[in-house]
């Protein structure tokens, strides 16, 4: 699958949880900057080994089960300074978009879940590559979507309160 589809499927599931929460009027479980953080982590599998050729993520170290094991490692360390309840949740959320990468990838081609010990490629073309450019702008236009109404809710004023009509003096 194409970057934007690697990004925007674990940001907009966040957000879909996250939604209902807000229209609640509850604090929203992931900051825009939380947001990012998981939109980075989907796309971290490319951004670190960049390629065009399938070949080349057969041969690549970030679609891994290595990779995503030393990810729980990384994410401890640098969610580090959050505050615990925050820390534990932000950290899976970007485990989990990193997952996702390599789950799209398995039914898009396969990835090399097992190397460097293996050369086992686990999945095949389930989706065609016809699909991954409508697929990223299906994304784009979820994920617009979904974050005007996230802007709207959490900017909406307060709701006024519905009081009674005051009697008319006769
Ligand atoms: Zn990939």
């Not at 679609?63 to 990810?71: D, M, N, S, V, W």
């Not at 460097?116 to 409508?134: A, K, N, R, V």
Request: charged letters at 10%.
């Amino acid at each position: 699958m194409l970057l934007g589809t690697h990004v925007l499927l674990p940001v907009n599931l966040a957000l879909m949880v996250d939604l209902p929460r807000i229209r609640h009027g509850n604090t929203p479980l992931f900051s825009g900057g939380g947001l990012l953080a998981i939109g980075i982590f989907g796309a971290l599998p490319d951004l670190c080994s960049p390629h065009v050729s399938l070949d080349a993520r057969h041969a690549s170290l970030s679609h891994t089960c290595l990779f995503l094991g030393l990810l729980i490692f990384i994410l401890a360390a640098l969610t580090s300074f959050l505050h615990k309840g925050q820390r534990l949740r932000l950290a899976a959320a970007c485990w989990l978009a990193s997952f996702l990468h390599l789950a799209a990838d398995a039914v898009s081609g396969g990835i090399p879940w097992l190397h460097p010990w293996s050369e086992d490629i686990l999945g095949t073309f389930y989706i065609d590559p016809l699909w991954w450019i409508p697929s990223d702008i299906v994304f784009v236009v979820i994920g617009s979507s979904l974050l005007l109404i996230r802007r709207r809710w959490l900017h909406a004023p307060p709701r006024p309160h519905q009081d009674l009509p005051s009697p008319s003096p006769h």
